[in-house]
């Protein structure tokens, strides 16, 4: 074969591949659709029973014994160790509040839909994890030379952030409508507005430092975003305890989902650990941003608009830490700075790429 | 309060009581500082800097600036900055008159290093150290100091549990000890129970982190103060020695001295672009280099290397980049007898565009005699597109690389201006003393020039030859000192910051005491710095092993409680499991 042939065909092949992948998205966003309406199927069903816990625990005089009840927890078989039990009693100031059964609300039917609609998502993901695959292999690097790869990237690392703490046995399947809902909006932004047909990276995105940046903004995304849906969870669940607890009679959709939930503590610890978690990953991914401007651009920091939005981001989420640590500035307050600090993040991947030119310039829109 | 009060928030009360309890032994789990009440001071002058400087290093303070720095790095992201892109300030300026002014008095134009910007990282950092400094010495302290003695009422911790064992209370605290001791737990007993504590780490990790904030911030601050930045453009050939004087253009920070620049010198022998043929991203640059040769000091020995867009030549503090590329058509120009006054130069001129649609100005500065066998200066307007698509297309080029080159050349003669002392660009004709060529129509002489044809100026002027092209490449060469300390810096943040996150300082006591019927009581809690899953996790782990060395012994109440199947190897009778 002459050499003209051989790129040709090289090329034919790439373009084929490209083509497998846009396919693969499609069918994940078909999945995707259908483990949407399974999530919905599971509250539905979910909203059958009348659970009221919050309400109860709540509501009722309480009565505590003085001191937790001492518990010396004898293991039936021989082959288990026998430790004491070990009796956790929330901090001060907290309301005790059990956590809501998740979406089926311990409804049979809604319990069975859930199932499906997580099974449908692990299906899903592992078509759009394909998707993401075969763009890669068709342009031959890494998925992540405009936004549209980006995109793709993003909901599919966001879902498998949410599968992998699905396997991990948290309580966390309450997640999976808020999630697979902003993954379609996210993928229907993709393959309409910001398409890019595949193709190579211009030379200033030629770089190791590059995949090390920018995977770790990309799965640092998916974390703040999950922190942040469990932030907006909070803050309704909250406000829903908070006037069962003043003795209100919050509405009956309120009564229904919210309750449905875990506990406002619960879910505000958990948006905690995970926007502390990744915290460091994100300064990390500054970090590297900066070595690979170093390299690229002869300046390590410059304050382009991208660069200043990720130091922006940076420090919203750095107040948020430090309110946490503050007193007077827990839970709602700095609930609301998390979503600042989330919404800085959205700004400069959205607003940056696509209202302000910087040296940044590949989204490719 | 009291826990009779009888409100709708039963948690409140009693908690706020309870927690008196805790009292020393909750004290000192972190350094942070304890917030203040906003109350005024009513002394003097020192009452009031002392309060000042109270609430300048309370955490409050030190949000609400964290705040503030955020807010305020917002315009410089929006607004164009003039350390960024000059030309984009003065368009602004031009279209918004009454903008300006005012964007002006706020230092907008150049937020990062305006007043107001300073203003608030200096303060930020001022609070920082105000800090970092005490909490330090606290940290110190409490490293030498020993944990706290178990609180009165255990049952009151977040975490506890209790068994009745055979063994002695002596015993079964010595077992504690050793076993939290091979944990890494500091304990040691005091009366009646042990104590002990972890993760130290936390807030090493903590402090670690906030004072490699402060490296950073100085060693930024230095990097401005006396870093260089200059750029050169070079011709395939030509070679480059790191002077002041050699370059283009030069700024520098406010402390930079001449004697910074690292002595090298290099020369460009060959650069190579190639960009896509075909899709849509056509003339995008795939491999964009320059290969060159360059030695270090006066006379070092000279290397060969290959500089790309992501891998700049590293001299000392120097880092060499490739910033751009052009074309530099080569010419000859002939006098009106024939004679050669410019051979084969190659004039380079400026890219407007990704095509490399280039502009400049060819300058015939002396050695040229016109018809009359005057001297004079001629000067040419150039116009170069290294892909002309033909007759009837646009003046723009159609791709980067030299597919279909053209040069089109506008004739002037007269003055050049050169000489007047006024500094004047390369790429520019100042027209002021200069008269047009006219061609036969009586317009501007103009034409579009292939590679190898020559343009006869009109009257017998004489005439340009298009000889061919050479190829330039700009480079920039930077210096920012201390950026090692940078990235030091960033490195201990990024391990700080996991320590101080991950990390959790807990304590946990053993108390062991004889109960009322001569059965040894054991009781064991966990305190945390934040509530976590951890503590009653770890908790559980050890009061495991303990139970171990420790088995329990029948409950007091336990006989109706027997229905699980003894196990006789392990303990004489169950532990019972009640709510
Ligand atoms: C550039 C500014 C700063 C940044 C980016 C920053 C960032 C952080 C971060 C990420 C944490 C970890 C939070 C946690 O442990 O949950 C932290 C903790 C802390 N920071 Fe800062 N900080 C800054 C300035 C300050 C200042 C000015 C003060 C002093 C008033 C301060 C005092 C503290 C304290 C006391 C803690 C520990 C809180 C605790 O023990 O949980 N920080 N900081």
Redesign the interface.
């Known amino acids: 074969m002459t050499s003209a042939a051989v790129t040709e065909l090289a090329a034919a092949t790439n373009e084929h591949l490209a083509h497998i992948s846009n396919t693969l998205i499609y069918s994940a966003m078909a999945v995707y659709t259908l483990a949407f309406f399974a999530y919905i199927a599971e509250w539905l069903f979910g909203s059958r029973s009348k659970v009221g816990r919050t309400a109860a625990a709540l509501t009722e005089t309480k009565k505590k014994a003085e001191a937790p009840a001492v518990t010396v927890k004898k293991a039936g078989g021989t082959a288990v160790l026998e430790r004491p039990k070990v009796v956790v009693r929330s901090a001060a100031g907290a309301r005790d509040v059990p956590d809501g059964p998740g979406a089926h609300g311990g409804d049979v039917q809604g319990d069975m839909y859930g199932r499906i609609a997580v099974s449908l998502t692990v299906l899903a993901f592992l078509v759009e994890f394909g998707g993401v695959l075969a763009r890669a292999l068709s342009v031959k690097r890494a998925p992540w030379g405009n936004m549209y790869e980006f995109n793709i990237t993003f909901s599919t690392v966001a879902v498998g952030v949410y599968l992998v703490l699905l396997l991990l046995k948290k309580n966390i399947r309450w997640l999976g409508l808020p999630l697979i809902t902003t993954v379609l909006l996210d993928l229907g932004l993709a393959v309409t507005v910001l398409y890019t047909a595949s193709d190579q990276l211009v030379p200033a995105l030629h770089s190791y430092w590059l995949y090390i940046h920018v995977s770790t903004a990309i799965f640092c995304g998916a974390v703040f975003y999950v922190g942040a849906v469990a932030t907006i969870l909070y803050l309704f669940k909250d406000a829903y305890e908070n006037k069962l607890a003043s003795g209100g009679t919050p509405g009956r959709f309120a009564n229904s989902v919210l309750d449905r939930l875990p506990a406002a503590a619960s879910l505000d610890k958990f948006a905690y650990r995970v926007n502390a978690a990744v915290f460091p990953l994100w300064t990390f991914t500054i970090i590297a941003g900066a070595i690979w401007a170093g390299d690229a651009w002869g300046r390590y920091w410059g304050w382009d608009p991208k660069e200043t939005w990720s130091f922006i981001t940076w420090v919203a989420y750095a107040c948020y830490l430090h309110a946490r640590a503050t007193a007077g500035w827990k839970g709602r307050k700095a609930a609301y700075l998390a979503l600042i600090a989330f919404g800085c993040w959205l700004f400069n991947y959205y607003g940056v790429n696509i209202f302000v030119s910087g040296k940044h310039s590949y989204s490719g829109v | 309060m009291s826990t009779t009060s009888k409100t709708?928030?039963?948690?409140?009360a009693p908690?706020?009581g309870?927690?008196q309890d805790l009292g020393a032994a909750g004290s000192q789990l972190s350094t942070?500082p304890a917030?203040e009440a906003t109350g005024l001071p009513s002394l003097g002058v020192i009452g009031w800097a002392r309060w000042f400087w109270r609430q300048l290093t309370s955490?409050?303070v030190?949000?609400l600036l964290?705040?503030l720095?955020?807010l305020g790095?917002?315009p410089?992201?929006?607004i164009p900055?003039t350390?960024?892109d000059e030309t984009k300030v003065a368009d602004f300026r031009d279209r918004h008159g009454t903008l300006a002014p005012i964007y002006d008095k706020l230092g907008l134009f150049h937020?990062?290093s305006s007043v107001w910007f300073s203003a608030i990282y200096i303060l930020l950092f001022v609070s920082l150290i105000g800090c970092i400094v005490p909490r330090t010495w606290q940290f110190v302290g409490q490293l030498r100091g020993r944990p706290p003695g178990a609180p009165r009422?255990l049952?009151?911790?977040?975490?506890?549990?209790?068994?009745?064992t055979g063994a002695e209370p002596e015993q079964v605290r010595e077992a504690a000890l050793a076993v939290l001791k091979k944990r890494r737990f500091r304990a040691r007993t005091v009366g009646d129970a042990v104590a002990a504590e972890k993760g130290y780490l936390r807030e090493a990790g903590n402090l670690a982190f906030h004072i490699a904030l402060i490296v950073m911030l100085i060693a930024?601050a230095w990097g401005q103060l006396f870093k260089s930045?200059g750029n050169k453009l070079i011709l395939e050939g030509d070679g480059f020695a790191n002077t002041l004087t050699q370059y283009d253009d030069f700024k520098s920070g406010n402390l930079f001295s001449q004697d910074d620049l690292d002595a090298f010198s290099f020369n460009l022998k060959d650069f190579t672009g190639t960009y896509?043929l075909t899709?849509?991203?056509r003339g995008?640059?795939?491999?964009?280099q320059a290969k060159v040769t360059y030695s270090v000091g006066a006379y070092g020995k000279e290397k060969t290397t290959t500089i790309?867009?992501?891998?700049?030549l590293k001299i000392g503090d120097s880092?060499v980049?490739l910033?751009s590329h052009g074309y530099a058509p080569v010419v000859t120009v002939r006098d009106a007898k024939g004679d050669v006054v410019m051979d084969h130069e190659a004039v380079s001129l400026l890219p407007l565009d990704s095509n490399v649609t280039s502009s400049g100005a060819i300058k015939v500065m002396d050695g040229y005699r016109n018809a009359k066998g005057e001297k004079e200066q001629l000067g040419f307007n150039a116009f170069f597109l290294p892909t002309y698509g033909g007759k009837g297309s646009t003046m723009l080029s159609q791709f980067p690389a030299l597919l279909n080159p053209m040069l089109a050349l506008s004739a002037y003669h007269g003055d050049l201006g050169v000489d007047s002392g006024i500094p004047q660009s390369v790429y520019q004709l100042d027209k002021a003393n200069l008269k047009e060529f006219k061609g036969s129509d009586g317009k501007l002489f103009k034409k579009q020039l292939t590679v190898g044809q020559t343009m006869t100026l009109p009257d017998g002027a004489g005439s340009v030859t298009f000889n061919g092209i050479k190829e330039w490449a700009g480079f920039?060469v930077?210096r920012?000192p201390a950026?090692g300390w940078?990235?030091a810096g960033?490195?201990v943040?990024?391990f700080g910051?996991?320590g101080s996150?991950?990390i959790q300082r807990r304590r946990v006591w053993v108390r062991a005491v004889k109960g009322a019927d001569g059965i040894t009581v054991v009781e064991?809690a966990g305190l945390g710095r934040s509530?976590s899953a951890k503590v009653?996790?770890e908790?559980?782990d050890l009061?495991?092993i303990l139970?171990?060395r420790a088995?329990?012994a029948p409950?007091a109440d336990d006989s109706a409680d027997s229905s699980?199947?003894p196990?006789p190897?392990?303990?004489p009778a169950?532990?019972?499991?009640?709510?």
């Open positions: 709708t928030e039963p948690d409140k908690n706020a309870e927690d942070a917030e955490m409050r030190a949000l964290l705040l720095l955020s790095a917002i410089g992201s929006l900055q350390g960024i937020v990062y009422r049952t009151r911790l977040p975490a506890y549990t209790t068994w009745r930024f930045e896509e899709g849509p991203n995008t640059p795939r491999t964009y790309k867009v992501n891998e700049p880092k980049y910033v920039q930077t920012q950026s940078a990235l960033a490195v943040a990024i910051l996991a996150l991950f064991m509530e009653p996790e908790l559980g009061a495991a139970y171990d088995p329990g409950d699980d199947t196990d190897q392990v303990v169950e532990g019972a499991e009640k709510q």
